[in-house]
């Protein structure tokens, strides 16, 4: 009995080990055909670990704001909309959270990249209170590419 279950864990591991073998070169080939393995090339936000993980807990409150506006201008309720993107705007507590960050990192650039996107969430809510669901749509659109150029250049 110990040996067969010795036979069968070696034999479990075994095929994991293969498994995983086979997922590694999967994963290679894949890299490969997207230009090869590259260098991080991303400034590092010069804050305090535990900053960092209430920084990505706001990151991910944002990505579900967008989500809210966007279903919000599917059923074309823009009055829900400019709601939502005025609680995204450049309010007092947006500006402190942003200046605070970008003065501990010693960053001025976070600020300026923080600015942009709470600045473009204003614009939709002013959009979206004219009664303009294509503009909306469109700065939503820019408001998110203001998300990613930060992304772009800094990581954590
Ligand atoms: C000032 C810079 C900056 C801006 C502006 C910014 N982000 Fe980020 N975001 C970061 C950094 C840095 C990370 C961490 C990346 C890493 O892990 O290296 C991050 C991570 C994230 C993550 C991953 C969170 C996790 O749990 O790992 C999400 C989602 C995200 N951002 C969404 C957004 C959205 C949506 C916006 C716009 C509304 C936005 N971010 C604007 C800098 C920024």
Not at 34 to 51: D, F, H, L, Q, S
Request: proline share 3%; with cysteine; net charge positive.
């Amino acid at each position: 009995m110990k040996r067969f279950l010795l036979a069968a864990t070696v034999a479990f591991a075994f095929s994991a080990g293969a498994s995983d073998a086979a997922d590694m070169s999967k994963m290679h080939e894949m890299m490969m055909k997207m230009g090869g393995p590259k260098p991080e090339t991303r400034v590092e936000m010069k804050i305090p670990a535990p900053m960092k993980v209430m920084q990505k807990g706001m990151m991910r409150a944002h990505f579900d704001s967008l989500a809210e506006i966007t279903a919000s201008l599917a059923s074309n309720d823009l009055k829900k909309t400019a709601e939502l993107a005025s609680a995204m705007g450049w309010t007092p507590e947006e500006k402190t959270r942003c200046e605070t960050m970008s003065e501990v990192a010693g960053q001025q650039e976070l600020l300026v990249y923080g600015m942009a996107v709470h600045k473009k969430a204003d614009e939709l809510a002013e959009s979206a209170r004219a009664g303009d669901r294509d503009k909306a749509l469109l700065n939503l659109s820019q408001l998110m590419k203001n998300c990613n150029a930060c992304h772009e250049k800094f990581r954590h």
